[in-house]
């Protein structure tokens, strides 16, 4: 059950009574009427009026309360973080996109990115934070393994945030937040799915009834270690050999087709030379997605979800999904795919920072805004 999902279908204004709730997210009129409740006494919803009967009673409107709280959130990759102000609904109003380089290590870089939402906030009420980081992040917020974001290992980014900012925190990685993003956009129709984050990196996240799917420590979802056949011993910088990500990833394909003398330094170059039929790269792209596929077709039997969701650069290079498409049809078992939907990502830029307002909302945000 989720606050964040009243929240939001409030503010969009797909539902202005709790009958509407109900109807939206199939949940029981009891349980709607408890969560709306629970909102109005925490000064998030306000009823406003009453609406046209059906027969019976007629329903009492309910609104997004009006005030002065805003929450942060900020999203960052390993060069560029975008940063945003959001409603007490978790959209973001006003967003920025700022140049960073993660591997400055911890301290400089959270203190740039606090520095410019608090000039981005002007000063009103902070509700919540949270920050989405490009690497595994345990459930107490300390960053785990990470072999991208060198100096951050061990650092407890929640205990830093909680420092300058007395309000709700979330800290989380990059791909768990961009699902939830996905929910907060597709709506409590989609439940169960797989997101993959396919960039210079890979990520992916699970979300099962609506919820994101941690693991004991916080780390679930992680596909890109996953030890592959193609991969044999090919160095990862995870410290092991032959995982997803040494062939996979938009690093690892630039690295191959270099080596075959293409002349790419980025992933959305090779994207490019994709779509211009370049034959070294469509068959390099091509061999990765489908040992994407292939990875993800134990996933999708075990997990049996309503969709698969590819986002990142290789999300819109069609020969890279159409083949990770090829592996899943062929490989799973046909009633796993039956209703299968594989596709790109809807969510858009903000995706990671729809979850972080999901996130704040659904734990507690409630509690500084009895008091505002
Ligand atoms: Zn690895």
Redesign the pocket.
């Known amino acids: 059950m989720s606050a964040a999902q009243i929240m939001g279908l409030v503010a969009s204004g797909q539902a202005t009574s709790r009958a509407d709730l109900s109807r939206l997210l199939g949940w029981a009129p009891s349980t709607v009427s408890s969560h709306v409740q629970e909102l109005l006494d925490a000064g998030l919803l306000e009823e406003s009026g009453e609406g046209r009967s059906r027969g019976g009673r007629r329903p009492r409107l309910l609104s997004v309360r009006a005030g002065d709280g805003v929450l942060l959130g900020a999203d960052l990759g390993g060069h560029h973080a975008r940063i945003a102000v959001m409603d007490r609904s978790g959209r973001p109003e006003t967003a920025q996109d700022l140049d960073i380089d993660v591997t400055a290590g911890p301290e400089p870089i959270l203190g740039q990115i606090s520095e410019a939402l608090l000039s981005l906030s002007a000063g009103r009420p902070v509700l919540g934070m949270g920050i989405g980081l490009p690497g595994p992040v345990d459930l107490s917020g300390v960053v785990v393994g990470s072999s991208r974001m060198l100096g951050w290992n061990g650092f407890s980014v929640r205990r830093w945030l909680a420092g300058r900012f007395e309000a709700p925190l979330v800290v989380d990685n990059d791909a768990n937040l961009m699902a939830m993003g996905e929910a907060v956009v597709r709506g409590p129709s989609m439940r169960d799915f797989v997101f993959v984050k396919a960039g210079t990196g890979l990520g992916a996240a699970l979300v099962n009834d609506g919820r994101l799917h941690r693991g004991a420590r916080g780390i679930a979802g992680d596909v ?2 996953n030890p592959v056949p193609a991969g044999g011993d090919r160095a ?3 410290g ?1 050999f032959g ?1 997803l ?1 040494t062939i996979a990833s938009g690093a690892a394909l630039v690295a191959a087709v270099r080596a075959e003398g293409v002349d790419v330094t980025t992933t959305a170059d090779l994207v490019r030379l994709a779509g211009d039929g370049d034959p070294t790269v469509n068959t390099t792209v091509r061999f990765a997605g489908r040992q994407l596929g292939e990875v993800l077709v134990t996933i999708v039997n075990f997990f049996n979800p309503q969709a698969v969701i590819l986002s990142g650069a290789l999300a819109t290079c069609d020969l890279f999904v159409a083949a990770a498409r090829g592996a899943l049809y062929e490989r799973c078992l046909p009633l796993t795919t039956q209703a299968l939907q594989i596709g790109e990502s809807v969510a858009g830029p903000d995706a990671g920072l729809l979850g972080i307002g999901r996130l704040l909302i659904d734990q507690g945000l409630a509690a500084p805004a009895r008091n505002p």
């Open positions: 890109s270690h990862c910088n995870c092991n995982c990500e």
